[in-house]
Structure formats: C-alpha cells, structure tokens
C-alpha cells in the first residue's frame, strides 16, 4: 500500500499564476481533505471531498478550488496566486470521518 | 465551533526523562481526538486517537494520552524520551457525530529531547 501519494513535491510559482496539486488517496479512502500549512503554523482546512463533491470549506477565498475524481483521486487548484499562498500544502485521505492520513505534501513558493 | 489549544509552543526534556504534551479542546457534541507528529519537511503521521473507552490510549512509538473529559484535555505523554522524539506534534478534535466535519488543529508544540 504506497500510502497517500501527492505531487508535485516542490514549486516555483510567481504572483498572478495559477497552480494545480494533485494528490492519489491511500487504497480504500474515499474522502479527501486538503490543508495548508504556513511556516511554524498548524494545518488549516481548506475543503474536503467526498463523492466526488465538495462537503465542507473552510475560511479560504474562491480562488482555491478543486476536485475529487472517480478514483477518488483529488486535485487543489489555486488562481491568481498571492506571496501569502506560499506554503505546504496537505492531502489526507480517511474513510468516513476515520483518522486521516497525510500525505508527504507540496511546497509552494509564491515569488 | 471546535477548537484546539496547545499551551505551550515548546517542550524541552531530557532524554530518558518523561514527556508530556499538552491539548484542550472545545467541540459541541462528543470529540474525536488525535495526536499527529510532524518531522522536518514531512507530512503529518499518526500517532494515536481516542473514540470512547478507556480515557488512556495507547499510540505509536511508544506513545499514550489521557482523555480527561472533566477537564476537556488530551494531554500526549511517555514515560522515557528519545532523541529521535524531537519533532513537531500536533493534537486535532472532531466532532465525533458529525462525519462531514472537518478536523480542527492546534498550533503545534515542538518537541526537543536533549541528550
């Protein structure tokens, strides 16, 4: 079981931009849930997909969006983007509100 | 609203001395609680959670935390620290009811065990 898998692991973006992260869920997941973590912060939820829809938002601007696939798959796309956008960003997979695993996430750097 | 508090942003401890780290939480129904630790440039892993039952649960690496429901806390702990325990953790509450509920984290405390 390869875990939750996310990609890709690093990027260089610069303001104004618009940037897709992908993320595959650990084998028999069906929910998907994406964080962003700043610098010295704790995650902060950003949605969180179930059947291929949105469930639930968090305190985020319309400018990140996303979506969950048939295979359970997710993506978080993210537009216009700002300095403050930059940081890690985290998919976790669980199954029906179980513990969520993360996986090793993306690093955004806004320039 | 759910929420979690993590008093202290650091935790220094010798090693082979005992740990513990600290978490309150606030959520309206019953919660579902975690403890996850994060290394250096590393996503979140695992460490233990608390359903119902007993208030002590037992975790990974050697790790446990008590559920004290009185004092709304679930405080991470173990008895001997190691080095390689020099991480980032973070505790996490839910709303053990409501399954559409995201999960909430405190800031995180970090962790260093000095040899």
């Known amino acids: 079981d390869a875990g939750v898998t996310q990609s890709p692991t690093h990027l260089i973006k610069t303001r104004g931009q618009q940037v897709t992260l992908r993320c595959s869920p650990k084998?028999?997941?069906?929910?998907v849930s994406w964080y962003q973590q700043a610098l010295g912060q704790g995650p902060q939820f950003i949605f969180q997909?179930?059947?291929?829809?949105?469930?639930q938002r968090g305190n985020f601007p319309d400018r990140f969006s996303g979506h969950q696939f048939p295979n359970y798959s997710s993506e978080l796309n993210v537009n216009a983007l700002l300095l403050g956008d930059s940081a890690l960003y985290l998919c976790?997979?669980?199954?029906?509100?179980?513990?969520?695993?993360f996986g090793p996430g993306t690093r955004l750097t806004v320039l | 609203a759910q929420s979690v508090a993590q008093p202290e942003d650091q935790v220094n401890v010798a090693e082979g001395n005992p740990l513990t780290v600290k978490c309150t939480y606030s959520?309206?129904?019953?919660?579902?609680l975690f403890w996850y630790v994060q290394y250096p440039n590393r996503g979140l892993q695992f460490l233990l959670k608390?359903?119902?039952?007993?208030?002590l649960v037992k975790g990974s690496y050697g790790f446990e935390a008590e559920f004290n429901k009185s004092q709304t806390s679930f405080h991470l702990k173990k008895p001997s620290a190691l080095v390689s325990d020099s991480a980032l953790y973070f505790c996490?509450?839910?709303?053990?009811?409501?399954?559409?509920?995201?999960?909430?984290f405190g800031p995180g405390t970090r962790l260093s065990v000095l040899p």
């Open positions: 976790a997979s669980s199954l029906e509100g179980n513990e969520q695993f």
């Open positions: 608390y359903i119902t039952g007993d208030n």
């Open positions: 084998s028999g997941h069906d929910t």
């Open positions: 997909y179930y059947e291929e829809e949105e469930r």
């Open positions: 996490a509450v839910r709303d053990m009811n409501n399954y559409g509920q995201n999960f909430v």
């Open positions: 959520v309206s129904g019953n919660p579902y």
